[in-house]
């Protein structure tokens, strides 16, 4: 299968995105923008600017705040839009510590000062704040889009489509999926065969499609385009990555992750991984299934990547800003209650292939994924217009 280049995609615009997700009413909104740094007073008179580094948020500053202050708001009849910065979390969607500050440098609460009083909030951030953005939006009513690690490839490209075809892309992947009883994950890694079994109970496929309409307290996960489950269940093992390129196979039992086994490279990282386990197991529990359902190109970045149709991603941790019932609270130490990511394409896991995903539906097992590229049977259930271009 044949991803696109970036020349296949139109200039990113600001103003068609935001007009299509958001579809924004007559009514004026109070926008503002969202930034992590490791020390908020750099915010101040937009002193971050001066550093190296930062380039997310010089992206939250130059391709959003900017546009939207000179003329880009007026279109969508939106206010004049706010900055905000708060400190680093660290990690994927952990609960914020502590306030944020003004660029004034005036200490803003949460949810007294910004959940209160804007109705649209975007945050642009290293770090993926969908989870607790998301249990804010609703329970104050506002909306709202996460866009972490943005890159110039993501801007031109992941949020560059239309958002009207990834909703209707998605919804046709979802359909194909809903109600699946469970799905067998098959991987080859150095020669070995590993096999995980995820349970799905028959639930209802969701969807990550982009699309926040009015009258819909919600967040928009940016760039959009999965399909996803929350598992009821899991056995067998996988093999997983560490970013140093070491591997370990994950024994999985009950729904959850209970050991990592070395495979190769650094055993100091599975030590570490299995000491995590055993202090705090809420981090070993698989907390979703996902499955892209886009052509992009590659990223470098997961926010975009595991939305490439093919690929598949398990998630350990956090599940509530998904349907499912693991909160913070559920973690002995705040900083373990992540949602985590792992992305299985042949760009991010070279080492790891998954040969074959093979879901059970009404009593019918059918393959739906093999070696990253979608069977004859998916492709079969997709609509018309779905526009792939396999081969």
């Known amino acids: 299968m044949n991803l696109p280049s970036l020349s296949e995609f139109e200039p990113f615009s600001l103003e068609r995105l935001l007009k299509t997700c958001f579809e924004l009413p007559s009514v004026s909104l109070k926008p503002c923008i969202l930034i992590d740094l490791p020390d908020v007073q750099r915010l101040i008179d937009f002193s971050f600017l001066e550093d190296t580094g930062f380039t997310v948020q010089k992206r939250a500053v130059y391709d959003f705040l900017n546009p939207l202050n000179a003329g880009i708001g007026d279109n969508l009849n939106l206010q004049s839009c706010d900055l905000f910065a708060f400190p680093t979390t660290g990690g994927s969607n952990l609960d914020p510590e502590g306030g944020l500050l003004s660029l004034e440098g005036k200490h803003i609460d949460w949810e007294r000062d910004l959940c209160t009083s804007y109705d649209l909030i975007l945050a642009i951030t290293d770090f993926s704040l969908t989870a607790p953005l998301t249990a804010y939006a609703k329970k104050y009513g506002f909306r709202g889009a996460t866009l972490h690690g943005v890159n110039e490839i993501i801007l031109n490209s992941g949020l560059s489509v239309d958002y009207m075809d990834v909703s209707r892309q998605a919804e046709s992947y979802r359909l194909a999926l809903d109600h699946a009883e469970k799905f067998v994950l098959t991987f080859e890694c150095l020669s070995r065969t590993y096999e995980l079994t995820i349970e ?54 009950k729904g959850a992750i209970q050991r990592a086994v070395w495979i190769s490279g650094d055993t100091n990282l599975i030590e570490q991984r299995n000491h995590q386990l055993q202090q705090d197991p809420a981090t070993g529990i698989i907390g979703e299934l996902g499955f892209g359902t886009q052509l992009l190109p590659v990223s470098g970045r997961d926010i975009q990547d595991e939305k490439i149709l093919g690929t598949c991603h398990i998630a350990t941790g956090r599940s509530d800003h998904l349907g499912g019932d693991l909160t913070p609270s559920f973690f002995k130490s705040r900083i373990n209650a992540t949602h985590d990511d792992i992305l299985y394409a042949p760009f991010k896991t070279p080492e790891i292939s998954v040969s074959k995903v093979v879901m059970q539906k009404m009593d019918q097992s059918s393959a739906i994924l093999e070696n990253f590229a979608p069977t004859s049977f998916l492709i079969d259930q997709l609509s018309p217009d779905y526009g792939l271009k396999l081969v």
């Open 200 to 253: 799905c109970a028959e639930q209802s496929a969701q969807k990550s499609h982009g699309l926040c309409p009015t009258g819909t307290p919600d967040v928009a996960n940016l760039p959009a385009g999965e399909v996803y489950f929350v598992p009821t269940g899991a056995e067998g093992s996988f093999p997983f990555r560490f970013g140093d390129g070491t591997l370990a196979e994950m024994i999985v039992e």
